[in-house]
């Protein structure tokens, strides 16, 4: 039953089914993120209440969505190097973090110039964003904790504790604004069972969440082929990985 | 844009930006990796 989940610990076989799986990731994120951004900027009719500038909400949402996605991946992935020392949980958590902090990073930009026509303001300390700020923080520490040791295993294993203890923060973001008075909206997507938006809205919004995960996956997979091969770059299965 | 286009059209475009720079870092992340693995396959022939 497990001999699939053991087969992700081998890297040659990472290796072979991320270069199968990117090209199909990258199709699938075109499709939906055209059909979004087509459908988000040109089809859906204007928020009665924010005019126009709603649209931000087809890159702000996923974006955010996707920044604490791929940091609760990340956090797996290295909770699953550390408990059962696959190798493969520590190469998939330092490809990750990278696009993590990019999705992040975008959240917080998009969020900002929503913010100042809706807000007044470009940045508040309001929980929701500075939680996401916080997030952004933890990425970066990852990233710098993994090579600041000289051994590499030691490095994995600082950095997955870090991200395992931050993942605590998903769902403060998540919550924040049920929790706490904030200036951030409630649940606009997320209420599946009455979503508060027409369907000629909230279809390119979906379209637009399916299509960043998609282009995850695919950086990913991209990402995920050099990280195996840094790390194993003295094993005999390199030589023919590498010459085809 | 009803007076927003300032505000929206950055966004789509760091989105874009943003979008693009993964793609091209992680291509070249691959790329490099690749170069060091034959560099070192060769030191290792001789």
Same mark, same amino acid.
């Given at each position: ?14 290796y072979r089914v991320a270069a199968t799986l990117a090209p199909w990731f990258l ?42 996605f791929a940091y609760t991946t990340m956090s797996i992935a290295g909770a699953i ?7 493969? @949980?520590?190469? +998939? *958590?330092?490809?990750?973090? =990278? ?5 992040? $990073?975008?959240? !917080? ?61 998903v769902p403060i973001i998540h919550y924040s604004v049920v929790w706490w008075n904030?200036?951030?909206? @409630?649940?606009? +997507? *997320?209420?599946?069972?009455? =979503? ?5 809205? $909230?279809?390119? !919004? ?39 | ?46």
């Open positions: 039953m497990w001999t699939w989940f053991y087969r992700l610990a081998s890297p040659p076989y990472v199709t699938a994120a075109a499709l939906a993120i055209g059909y979004g951004v087509i459908g988000g900027l040109v089809f859906a009719p204007p928020d009665y209440q924010q005019g126009d500038a709603f649209r931000i909400i087809y890159v702000h949402a996923p974006s955010g969505w996707m920044s604490m190097g550390l408990i059962w020392r696959i190798k493969m @949980g520590h190469a +998939v *958590a330092a490809a990750t973090a =990278p696009i993590g902090a990019s999705f992040t $990073l975008l959240a !917080l930009v998009t969020g900002s110039l929503w913010g100042r026509p809706m807000w007044g303001t470009y940045w508040a300390w309001d929980p929701r964003l500075t939680s996401e700020l916080i997030l952004l923080f933890l990425y970066v520490g990852v990233m710098s904790l993994r090579p600041a040791f000289e051994d590499p295993g030691r490095g994995d294993r600082a950095a997955a504790l870090l991200s395992i203890v931050g993942v605590v923060n904030s200036l951030h909206q @409630g649940a606009t +997507v *997320a209420k599946l069972g009455k =979503p508060s938006m027409p369907g000629s809205m $909230l279809w390119p !919004l979906l379209s637009m969440f399916l299509g960043f995960t998609c282009f995850y996956g695919a950086v990913l997979c991209l990402r995920l082929r050099g990280e195996v091969l840094n790390r194993e770059r003295q094993a005999n299965w390199v030589r023919e990985a590498v010459k085809s | 844009m009803g007076g927003y286009a300032r505000y929206v059209w950055p966004c789509f475009g760091f989105a874009c930006t943003v979008l693009a720079w993964n793609l091209w870092s992680a291509r070249r992340y691959h790329a490099k990796a690749r170069q060091r693995a034959l560099r070192a396959l060769a030191m290792s022939d001789g």
